[in-house]
């Protein structure tokens, strides 16, 4: 820890450019690494493979293997990971307010509890 701030701590685990993004498409039902190459961000797979990793190490995602040969993973949220929710959906009504031409999540999305 840098300090004991909760702001500094938290941006610590996902303030980089990408994990919020992955854990959008995971709330939205995305758990392959195939799946979040498809988002409209393009996330690069080195970094994809980073961001997993990272998230994976900080708890917020659990990883299994769905197939042996080649070995494949499926990604799920972590309880600590699904806490996030609530965090995601005020970041989407502050962008609705604030950031002209940002799209409305679906009303299944924002409505949901962690």
């Known amino acids: 820890m840098r300090s004991g701030c ?25 758990v392959k690494f195939s799946d979040f190459l498809t988002s409209p961000e393009g996330i690069a797979t080195n970094v994809l493979t980073s961001r997993l990793q990272m998230m994976e190490a900080s708890g917020l995602v659990e990883k299994t293997t769905y197939q042996q040969r080649p070995k494949r993973y499926a990604y799920s949220l972590t309880p600590k990971g699904r806490d996030l929710l609530p965090v995601l959906q005020t ?3 502050w962008a609705n307010k604030h950031v002209p031409g940002t799209w409305t999540p679906p009303d299944w999305f924002m409505s949901m509890k962690t």
């Open 6 to 30: 909760p702001i500094a701590n938290t941006l610590d685990i996902v303030g980089d450019r990408w994990t919020l993004v992955v854990l959008r498409d995971l709330f939205t039902g995305k």
């Open 91 to 93: 970041m989407c009504r």
